[in-house]
């Protein structure tokens, strides 16, 4: 049986969803991600072992999350089935970069007369994880062709041009802790951006 402080838990979340679902209360949204923000980047950082990957997947989940608040029933914690959204998140993360093999037929050799048939991996996506992938750069540029620079630009930088730190501090003739500061800025924006207009990603 569930303690009353999870029961009040379960209530005051479900009314934020309300508001948030409901009647678009940006207060709702924001309360929702200031208490479940930090411990979701957690989970996932301890998913991933990459904070840039954590990150980017708090993002994704909280979109996705948003997007999805009628289906979320107070039989269970918000945190939950927040969570829930987030393992999934992690598990499409690993499914959009896992890499195909394929069979290199020069590279055999022969152990006690068996023909052993070595894989490389061929570093391209199958033709559905590839239009996934094209799905989703397409809904995040809508959210991001919405931020004004700098913060746009930056984001531009680091994951559509794939440049490190070090290159868009050299690219801008920016300190690299301005980099850090503007990236994480920008990050905010995009939730921002997610939880007002609920776009699914």
């Known amino acids: 049986m569930e303690s009353t402080a999870t029961q009040e838990r379960i209530a005051h979340d479900y009314a934020l969803v309300c508001d948030a679902r409901d009647h678009g209360s940006n207060k709702a949204y924001a309360d929702l991600m200031a208490a479940y923000r930090e411990p979701l980047y957690l989970l996932l950082l301890r998913m991933t072992h990459n904070t840039t990957t954590a990150a980017d997947l708090t993002i994704e ?32 993360h690993l499914r959009r970069n896992r890499l195909e093999t394929v069979p290199l037929s020069a590279a055999q050799r022969r152990t006690d007369g068996d023909v052993v048939e070595y894989q490389i991996p061929s570093g391209q996506p199958n033709p559905e994880e590839a239009m996934i992938r094209i799905e989703r750069d397409q809904s995040l540029k809508q959210v991001v062709d919405q931020l004004r620079d700098p913060y746009r630009q930056i984001i531009r930088l680091r994951y559509y041009d794939d440049l490190s730190y070090e290159e868009i501090a050299h690219r801008l003739q920016i300190p690299i802790g301005t980099v850090k500061v503007r990236l994480s800025r920008a990050k905010d924006l995009l939730l921002s951006i997610i939880s007002r207009k609920k776009v699914e990603i």
Request: charged fraction near 10%; hydrophobic fraction near 30%; aromatic fraction near 22%.
């Open 61 to 92: 989940t909280f979109g996705k999350a948003f997007h999805q608040l009628h289906r979320y029933a107070p039989t269970s914690t918000f945190s939950s089935w927040l969570y829930s959204i987030g393992t999934h998140t992690y598990i499409d």
